[in-house]
């Protein structure tokens, strides 16, 4: 191989382990569609991992779905009771995602809240949804089993959520009964590492002693490589 070749091809794969290190965690994550936490008996449910190409989906006590081939989502068309559970996916290395705890029920109502950890600062609605009534209608609100607000629309908004706004809710609707609990998770807003003032001197440093390395190994290959060549090389002089 040419040696200015082999050099361009150190470094391309340098800079590609470089930015595979780089990547966001936060990325591997599962999500769920709808976007909440409680279904009614025969409704649809999909499941799609995010962060990988191939992903296994997982079901904390059945183990991995059977219904569910290894893909990037997975959709399951009719929900039982049995299906109620902690979810998660493997990835090709058997690396698990965050997971995310469904609920199933036969009743007439449930709690729509988001399956997924909501940002502090951001506005969040629950909604209480009724199986045979789709229109507006009078629903109370509780957290941790007490009574906290009643609206006509069927709907409370929390503005501004903060980590105080955690905790188990659920609701009812007179003449129609409750909705199991549900969690509602609240993550505090964090500050990209990346742009502290340490974490970019530690970026530098990274890559100044990863071009130091790449260039002696580079050194040490052409050493060897004219060594080699001086080897071979007939001595001329010696025929004469």
């Not at 493997?90 to 009743?107: C, H, Q």
């Amino acid at each position: 191989m040419d040696f200015r070749a082999l050099c361009v091809k150190l470094m391309m794969s340098v800079i590609i382990l470089l930015c595979a290190h780089d990547q966001k965690i936060d990325a591997f994550s599962l999500h769920i569609l709808p976007n909440r936490l409680q279904f009614f008996e025969y409704e649809a449910v999909t499941f799609y991992c995010e962060g990988v190409v191939y992903c296994e989906f997982v079901h904390k006590v059945k183990g991995k779905i059977k219904t569910c081939p290894k893909g990037s989502s997975c959709t399951i068309t009719n929900v039982y009771l049995d299906d109620s559970g902690e979810y998660c996916y493997e990835n090709e290395e058997g690396i698990r995602s965050n997971s995310i705890n469904i609920s199933i029920t036969a009743g007439s109502v449930i709690l729509e809240s988001p399956a997924v950890p909501v940002m502090e600062g951001e506005d969040v609605t629950l909604s209480c949804r009724n199986k045979l009534t789709p229109s507006d209608f009078m629903a109370d609100f509780y957290k941790y089993g007490v009574h906290i607000r009643n609206n006509s629309t069927g709907s409370m908004t929390i503005h501004k959520v903060s980590k105080s706004d955690e905790g188990l809710y659920k609701c009812s609707i007179v003449g129609a009964g409750e909705s199991p609990e549900s969690w509602l998770s609240v993550t505090e807003t964090k500050t990209d590492p990346s742009s502290q003032p340490g974490c970019h001197i530690y970026l530098v440093l990274r890559t100044v002693f990863t071009i130091i390395m790449v260039a002696l190994l580079l050194l040490l290959v052409g050493l060897l490589h004219s060594g080699k060549i001086r080897a071979t090389t007939p001595n001329l002089n010696s025929s004469s």
